[in-house]
């Protein structure tokens, strides 16, 4: 059974900083590329940023570019965002998914995933 697990979700004041993890299990994870969504209240959820299995392809959504950077860790099936320069905006719940790409990413910020965690919630008070 595949399992998505999030933490280092908390409250912070704007301009501070957080590390999300997403410990992976029950799946081959270098077959994976993975990927942060986040879901501010009363939105839809919104891609934040995908690593390729190899961690040599990244993309961004615009509005975090230069401020967060993904990154993965084979060894420890693990894959972590980390945010700086927090903003009001970035407020949300932040969910890890998980996409079968063994090779490449192809699909770029418009992958189509197959595994969801339940999600660790970021606040960012002003």
């Known amino acids: 059974q595949v399992q998505l697990v999030e933490s280092g979700g908390g409250l912070v004041q704007a301009g501070g900083s957080l590390r999300l993890s997403c410990a992976a299990s029950?799946?081959?994870?270098?077959?994976?590329?993975m990927g942060w969504f986040r879901q501010a209240p009363g939105k839809e959820r919104e891609f934040v940023a995908v690593?390729?299995?190899?961690?040599?392809?990244?993309y961004y959504e615009d509005s975090v570019k230069g401020r967060f950077t993904i990154s993965r860790d084979n060894d420890k099936n693990a894959v972590y965002l980390q945010m700086n320069s927090l903003k009001p905006e970035d407020t949300g719940v932040y969910y890890c998914?998980?996409?079968?790409?063994?090779?490449?990413?192809?699909?770029?910020?418009?992958?189509?995933?197959?595994?969801w965690g339940q999600g660790t919630q970021v606040s960012v008070s002003s």
């Open positions: 690593i390729s299995w190899a961690g040599s392809m990244t």
């Open positions: 029950g799946l081959t994870f270098t077959n994976y590329a």
């Open positions: 998914a998980a996409t079968y790409v063994p090779y490449g990413l192809g699909c770029g910020k418009h992958c189509e995933y197959d595994y």
